[in-house]
């Protein structure tokens, strides 16, 4: 009988044990402004959301104003999982959104005579920003004008150049 209470109480003891370390995370290295982090740019990339400063808003963009059945517009809701884009239909509007890689984006400047080296921050900061191609000529109207503070721009960014 002891034997059985003894077992009892061990097992109890180890469920409790296993249902507190199930809610144990590690402990998270705050964000800084310092160097841009692929992690966050992923996460505004697919959710909209920022580790800094929480959702993502925007003004502009296509018709049907982000709401997609309960969810919100993200990067990925249009350019797709890859960042490779393609062309698709959202609320019964045909879309073709570009490839956002850094590879293509450094590549489209030759097709727009864009006059840069490469895609850097501050052409990549007026394609989401102010809706606009690096020559100036102005994006696609299903674009939304993103507000976001500059070290999620980075971060962004910092995670489209990953992609390969």
Do not use: K
């Given at each position: 009988m002891k034997h059985n209470k003894f077992i009892l109480v061990l097992a109890?003891?180890?469920l409790v044990l296993a249902a507190c370390g199930a809610f144990w995370q590690p402990p998270t290295?705050?964000?800084?402004?310092?160097?841009?982090?692929?992690?966050n740019g992923e996460q505004i990339y697919f959710t909209a959301n920022s580790q800094r400063d929480?959702?993502?808003t925007f003004t502009g963009g296509s018709a049907f104003g982000g709401m997609m059945m309960g969810s919100y517009l993200t990067c990925a809701s249009c350019h797709g999982p890859t960042a490779r884009g393609?062309?698709?239909?959202?609320?019964?509007?045909?879309?073709?959104?570009?490839?956002?890689?850094?590879?293509?984006?450094?590549?489209?400047?030759?097709?727009?005579?864009?006059?840069?080296d490469e895609y850097d921050l501050e052409t990549f900061r007026r394609a989401v920003v102010d809706g606009q191609h690096p020559?100036?000529?102005?994006?696609?109207?299903?674009?939304?004008?993103?507000?976001?503070?500059?070290?999620?721009?980075?971060?962004?960014?910092?995670?489209?150049?990953?992609?390969?």
């Open positions: 109890v003891l180890s290295t705050p964000l800084t402004d310092d160097a841009p982090n692929t992690a929480g959702q993502i393609g062309r698709h239909i959202m609320h019964m509007e045909t879309m073709d959104a570009p490839d956002i890689r850094y590879v293509a984006l450094s590549s489209e400047l030759d097709e727009h005579g864009g006059g840069h020559d100036g000529e102005l994006l696609d109207s299903d674009m939304p004008h993103w507000q976001m503070s500059d070290a999620d721009l980075a971060d962004l960014f910092a995670f489209l150049q990953s992609i390969p």
